[in-house]
């Protein structure tokens, strides 16, 4: 699965990630090693999640190209992250958002590869958008957020029912790249609204 679309999904999705790791790590007061490894867990936990549920080598996930990627990101950041810290949860929350809609897609599309199954694709999607963003947070001490938060996983499922419907359509580069936004939208709004939602809702009551 090597399209443009693919490669595209890969990158934005490997960074996203790579860098909500660093993000937290920096939040969790880890020095360098920590935000390395934070990062290089949450970019390929949940691959690893995946590939492990439906039966393909993990060994397929590592390749030098992506390694050199995720190494990059997290080496500008942790330069760059006297100037980031202040601004850790707005820009970690975006980066996450990213991570989830890219790596749900990716996941999706994975295991279509090995079939139509609709139990195996919103799965696959499942566990890749959330099983590395899940792994990070146990490592830096704090509840995952996937865990405290349904929309996380509401949409990864989403984007698994939409892939098995759409198939192979979701690697062109523009509905590929819009799914990608209406999930980081979605998400983001559910971030910053949902106390106000929820009061509202309790008022009502």
Same mark, same amino acid.
């Given at each position: !699965? ?13 960074? %996203?990630?790579?860098?909500?790791? #660093?993000? $937290?790590?920096?939040? =969790? ?23 492990? $549920? @439906? ?13 050199? *990627?995720?190494?990059?990101?997290? =080496?500008?950041?942790?330069? *760059? ?15 996450? +958002? ?12 994975? %295991?279509?590869?090995? &079939?139509?199954?609709? &139990? ?8 890749? &958008? @959330?099983?590395? &963003? $899940? ?10 957020? %996937?865990?405290?938060?349904? @929309?996380? =996983?509401?949409? %990864?499922?989403?984007?698994?029912? #939409?892939?098995? @419907? ?14 990608? +936004?209406?999930?980081? #939208? ?15 809702? !309790?008022?009502?009551?």
């Amino acid at each position: !699965m090597e399209s443009l679309g693919w490669l595209v999904l890969h990158g934005i999705g490997t960074c %996203a990630y790579a860098a909500s790791g #660093a993000f $937290v790590a920096l939040q =969790a007061k880890y020095r360098m090693i920590g935000v390395f490894i934070l990062g290089l867990t949450t970019s390929f936990g949940g691959g690893v999640i995946r590939n492990t $549920v @439906i039966g393909v080598p993990v060994t397929k996930l590592w390749d030098r190209e992506t390694l050199l *990627l995720v190494v990059g990101t997290l =080496a500008i950041l942790y330069i *760059l992250s006297t100037k980031w810290i202040h601004h850790w949860k707005k820009w970690g929350l975006f980066f996450d +958002s990213i991570g989830l809609a890219s790596f749900s897609l990716q996941g999706a599309l994975y %295991a279509r590869q090995f &079939g139509d199954n609709l &139990g195996m694709t919103v799965m696959a999607a499942l566990f890749t &958008g @959330i099983g590395g &963003g $899940v792994i990070r947070d146990l490592l830096a001490g704090r509840k995952p957020i %996937a865990l405290r938060e349904e @929309i996380h =996983a509401i949409l %990864a499922v989403l984007v698994g029912v #939409a892939v098995a @419907i759409g198939g192979r359509g979701f690697l062109e580069p523009i509905p590929l790249l819009s799914t990608i +936004s209406i999930v980081v #939208a979605v998400r983001m709004f559910a971030v910053r609204y949902k106390d106000k939602v929820w009061d509202k809702l !309790m008022l009502r009551r």
